[in-house]
DNA sequence: CAAGGAGATCAGACATACCTAAAGAAGTCT
DNA sequence: AGACTTCTTTAGGTATGTCTGATCTCCTTG
């Protein structure tokens, strides 16, 4: 009877759809392509889904015409995406993991740690701000602070900037950026944006080049100095 | 083709049916009911269960005669052990978690960690002999010291022991005996073991004198000094 | 405006894990 | 041995989440 008010905790899998929605739609809706790429998981999965996340309240949905979350879902994506980036931070600062090992542990972890742990573990840490990669963890109550940053891709030429996030899940893609030092509080010169193809050249505090093409470019955020 | 070499991970289900076996069969064998009550689950999907344990090689299970874990099935229901104690040691020393929550939590996180977190943890914890209610902590290669302590309801009247376990489960029971004192190095004497109900008396360090059930008497392990 | 093709949905399966109700096996008591 | 009771298994269903392959829609392009 109550079934109306139970609210039964959601599953990994639906928490895990909310997150990719989430990411995907940003304040726009996301297709079922970009969620069955997102997701790893087949075009068909994924309709089938976002019909049951529609039915359940946590998304709005046309069929042919993308999802997006609905209020209740976006609170949900927020608790799981603050979990995961509390995670990573223990992770790295309290078990020495390395960076890029930190994603596919709290990826697991996110789903079966209560409230009451998170909580336990957010005092635990010092409440941090921010994860490891720079990425601002929203708060309990769901506020997530806004983004004063701006992608690599689209800083000016000639501008001083520093790195303030670094938000790569693939392990390999990782190493590589903090092996060249391209981590987050990292100052660097814009050397050159291309417009042709989006290839961003910087020099770091250290007179070192890189070059980086531009889907990259794109997911690092920087500030203006 | 490699699905005998894949030994893709155990289900969180499967790891429960196994540490259940492992708890109730000690080195005899488990019974359907005896699972079914163990678990909360129907008696029907224990059967279910055991047939496909059998198949993974987990268990050695004939209907109607009962169920025992392969040697393999031991070693994962052990890591599984391992972990659990693991974690409800960080959760009390680390997040500050109160002794009656460690359990519930535990059960869930244990399915959710790597090995490499585990290690790590045990690692960071300065690797842990035993948890907070002085369970034993497998060893990372499996390893279980065996049991020193004898159950209180089969201590001599007249003893002086030191409580070495209290294993429970239900946060009511761990409530009591926690606010009784009857905690993990405590030392009692041994006042009664009435033979008729098994009815255990004993007195604290402080002169207090604790009157126990039977099945409570079985759960709560002591040396003799 | 009529095709084509990309993208999405539908239909049918499979795997896991649970439940209830009915039927079968084992051991106990007379 | 026969009857009972208790334990177990079987049978049939539900719920979640996935995949494949067939079909449908919509938009772009000629
Ligand atoms: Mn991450
Ligand atoms: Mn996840
Ligand atoms: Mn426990
Ligand atoms: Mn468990």
């Known amino acids: 009877m109550s079934d109306l008010l139970a609210h039964k905790p959601i599953s990994a899998s ?17 297709s079922t392509n970009e969620l069955s790429e997102h997701l790893s998981v087949a075009p068909g999965s994924v ?11 946590l998304a709005d949905y046309e069929p042919y015409h993308g999802a997006s ?24 600062e309290h078990l020495g993991y390395p960076l890029t090992d930190l994603h596919e542990e709290a990826e697991r972890l996110e789903h079966a740690v209560s409230d009451g742990f998170t909580e336990r573990l957010a005092d635990f840490l010092g409440h941090p701000g921010r994860d490891p990669h720079g990425d601002p963890i929203p708060a309990a109550d769901g506020t ?18 520093r790195v303030s996030r670094v938000s790569h899940e693939e392990p390999a893609t990782l190493a590589y950026l903090a092996e060249n030092g391209l981590i987050p509080g990292r100052l660097l010169k814009v050397e050159e944006v291309r417009a042709l193809d989006g290839v961003v050249t910087v020099e770091d505090e250290y007179g070192t080049c890189h070059t980086l093409g531009g889907a990259l470019a794109r997911s690092i955020l920087v500030r203006n100095l």
Chains 1, 2 share one sequence.
Do not use: C, Q
């Open 47 to 57: 309709t089938r889904m976002l019909g049951r996340l529609r039915e359940m309240g």
């Open 144 to 161: 997530l602070t806004p983004e004063d940053s701006l992608p690599l891709s689209e800083a000016e030429a000639g501008r001083r900037v």
């Open 14 to 30: 639906v928490g895990d759809y909310l997150k990719a929605i989430w990411n995907v739609a940003g304040s726009g809706s996301a």
């Open 69 to 92: 979350l609905t209020e209740r879902g976006r609170r949900e994506a927020l608790r799981l995406v603050r979990r995961h980036r509390l995670i990573e931070t223990f992770l790295l």
